[in-house]
């Protein structure tokens, strides 16, 4: 049963370009949540999307958006990249759209923005 | 922004022995829910305990919760040098699809 898979696991950007990160949920999963986590922080909400919609938003500006698609996989999208950006992207997902429950995580994404 | 804060943000201790980690959370929760991750990777579901709840066990962990006080304690029992890891606590908000991670506490278990 795979779990969570998100590709790249690592890339580099400079400042001002676009970024594109990918997420397959956990099999019989159809929510996916994207965290983004800074060094040495907690993981903080970017969104979450349920049948093919965003359903609740983090603190987070336009730059970032994202997408799922029908079959449940879910891209996050980051436009000019600041410093700032520079993190760890995790993707989780849920069975469902309820109360937040135990997520499943993915081993990540790590974005390093030059 | 946080929801919680967790203390100690380091603990050390010799293997074997009890860890014991604090957090504090700022609003309402249906639950609170604590995770660990090993060096930078993914997150690890560790337990859940609603807010009904005060207290639950699973194999060497116990976790209670206060809130009274939105506060809650992860104790780590018999600790192992494979316990070495970051844990942190995330709220499941009333209402909320996401959860509020605090910024962890890095535990290193000495073998």
């Known amino acids: 049963d795979a779990g969570v898979t998100q590709s790249p696991t690592h890339l580099i950007k400079t400042r001002g370009q676009q970024v594109t990160l990918r997420c397959s949920p956990k099999s019989g999963h159809d929510t996916v949540s994207w965290y983004q986590q800074a060094l040495g922080q907690g993981p903080q909400f970017i969104f979450q999307?349920?049948?093919?919609?965003?359903?609740q938003r983090g603190n987070f500006p336009d730059r970032f958006s994202g997408h799922q698609f029908p079959n449940y996989s879910s891209e996050l999208n980051v436009n000019a990249l600041l410093l700032g950006d520079s993190a760890l992207y995790l993707c989780?997902?849920?069975?469902?759209?309820?109360?937040?429950?135990?997520?499943?995580f993915g081993e990540g994404s790590r974005l390093t923005v030059l | 922004s946080q929801q919680g804060e967790e203390d100690p943000q380091a603990l050390s201790i010799q293997e074997g022995e009890n860890a014991t980690m604090n957090c504090s959370y700022k609003?309402?929760?249906?639950?609170l829910q604590w995770y660990r991750q090993n060096s930078g990777r993914g997150l690890v579901h560790l337990i859940l305990?609603?807010?009904?709840?005060r207290e639950k066990h699973s194999g060497r962990l116990r976790v209670t919760l206060d809130t009274s006080k939105k506060s809650s304690s992860l104790l780590i029992t018999a600790s192992r040098a494979a316990d070495t890891a970051s844990y942190f606590c995330a709220g499941g908000g009333a209402g909320s699809y996401q959860l509020t991670f605090g910024k962890g506490t890095k535990l290193s278990v000495i073998p």
């Open positions: 609003t309402s929760i249906n639950n």
């Open positions: 989780a997902s849920s069975p469902g759209l309820g109360i937040a429950g135990e997520l499943f």
């Open positions: 999307y349920y049948e093919e919609e965003e359903r």
């Open positions: 305990i609603r807010s009904n709840e």
